[in-house]
């Protein structure tokens, strides 16, 4: 198996930032692509940023495009997400999402969750 580790989230006042990690681990593996999803209570979990590692393409949630900074390396199966101005209304749990191929006998492709983390911006 693979395991995603998110890690960063917190409690922050309106305007704050937060930066999140979230790392890749396991063995006969490689991530093609990492991203970030959120769910706030009673609210459906939402695509925030992607990233793919071939060719760089980044994509955002309207929501967030010019608050948020996704970035990563991909020989560390690692991304982060840099979350400035922060709203109340990003109050949410965070999860970390990656597309992970795996080697083996059947070699295939699989999607990974991360557990998620607590993110809170009080008003």
């Known amino acids: 198996q693979v395991q995603l580790v998110e890690s960063g989230g917190g409690l922050v006042q309106a305007g704050g930032s937060l930066r999140l990690s979230c790392a890749a681990s396991?063995?006969?593996?490689?991530?093609?692509?990492m991203g970030w999803f959120r769910q706030a209570p009673g609210k459906e979990r939402e695509l925030v940023a992607t990233?793919?590692?071939?060719?760089?393409?980044?994509d955002y949630a309207d929501s967030v495009k010019g608050r948020f900074t996704i970035s990563g390396d991909d020989a560390k199966s690692t991304v982060y997400l840099q979350m400035n101005s922060l709203k109340p209304e990003d109050t949410a749990v965070y999860y970390c999402?990656?597309?992970?191929?795996?080697?083996?006998?059947?070699?295939?492709?699989?999607?990974?969750w991360g557990q998620g983390t607590q993110v809170t911006v009080s008003s």
């Open positions: 990233i793919s590692w071939s060719d760089g393409r980044t």
């Open positions: 999402k990656a597309n992970v191929r795996v080697y083996g006998l059947r070699t295939a492709e699989y999607f990974y």
């Open positions: 396991g063995r006969s593996f490689s991530t093609w692509a």
